[in-house]
Each structure stands twice: as C-alpha cells, then as structure tokens.
C-alpha cells in the first residue's frame, strides 16, 4: 500500500520569530517618531489657535468699538488664556469685572506659552484695532513663544501695535514664515 505524504501548510516558529522580531524593530523606531511629529503638530496647532484668537480679539475691538483682547493673567508662562472685552469702561481687560466675549471659551493648553513681557497679564486693542497703548512698551512687539519647540515650523506668535504675525523663532525674534 502506497500511502501518500500530506503535506501541512503554516508558518514555521522560525518564520513566525522573525516576522515578530522585524514588527518589534519598526515600533523601536517608529513610535519616537510619531511621538516628536505629534508634539510638533500640536504646538503648531495651538500657535494658530492663539494667532487665530488674537486676530479675533483685534476685529472685536474694532468692529464693536470696545478695548477687546486675549487675557490670561499675568506672569511670563501661562497654560490657559480667554479672549475678553472691557466691561468696566477702564480700557485695560485686568481684571474679574472684565467680560468674556460671548461665544468664546477658555484655551487650555497642552504647552505651556511663554510671554516676553513678565509682568503683562494681557494683549488689548482699542476701537481701532491697535494694541493698546496701556502696553508698558508700545514700541516694543510683544512675542509669545513655546518652548522647547520640538522643531515646530511654526512656533511663536508676534503682536506689534498695527500686525500680528505668526512665525518661528529666530534667536529672540519671531521672523514670519
């Protein structure tokens, strides 16, 4: 009697430890990766976000005629901002009178921003659009920046009496992209 071998199909142990050993050296190297891009990714999108907030404070000021702006309470780091309006007529948004403007809410971030100005506790603008002269140096632009930026393109925001540019940091600079 002639018995016929069967073949069996399926991986061997070897195959299987070696296709395992490759997956393992991929996530090895692809993980930091994506962990640097996805910090990367966020600051850039939290830069915007404050570069689109700002842009909106400036418009408000101007089309409601109201000292309107970005408000985060003081000292040179912050980890939260809102975009207020004067309520109490002093031309300055300092305080807990000061309102927030409707349909804006409080920015939570996840880095932290640094402000060149230490003792500023806001950015304003007047009715016109302007930053507001209550600044302690109106000459002076005032640049919000993360740091470490983990090679973001865009990085810092700078707000200077007429424009507010959104850029990467150059030394102590913000130069526009």
Request: glycine share 8%; net charge neutral; hydrophobic share 35%.
């Amino acid at each position: 009697m002639d018995r016929k071998m069967k073949k069996e199909s399926g991986f061997t142990l070897l195959e299987l430890m070696v296709v395992i050993s490759i997956t393992m050296l991929l996530l090895a190297w692809g993980i930091p990766s994506y962990s640097t891009w996805k910090k990367k990714h966020d600051i850039e999108n939290q830069m915007i976000q404050l570069y689109d907030d700002l842009q909106f404070g400036r418009m408000t000021a101007y089309g409601t005629k109201v000292v309107t702006g970005v408000y985060w309470g003081g000292g040179a780091t912050f980890a939260s901002y809102q975009i207020k309006y004067d309520a109490n007529n002093n031309n300055e948004i300092d305080d807990n009178v000061d309102q927030q403007v409707p349909g804006t809410m409080i920015m939570n971030l996840k880095y932290a921003i640094t402000s060149s100005l230490s003792t500023q506790t806001s950015v304003s603008f007047d009715g016109r659009g302007f930053m507001d002269p209550g600044n302690p140096n109106p000459a002076s632009p005032i640049t919000f920046s993360v740091v470490p930026s983990y090679g973001a393109v865009m990085d810092c925001v700078q707000v200077s009496t007429t424009q507010i540019i959104l850029g990467k940091m150059n030394g102590n600079s913000c130069k526009q992209k």
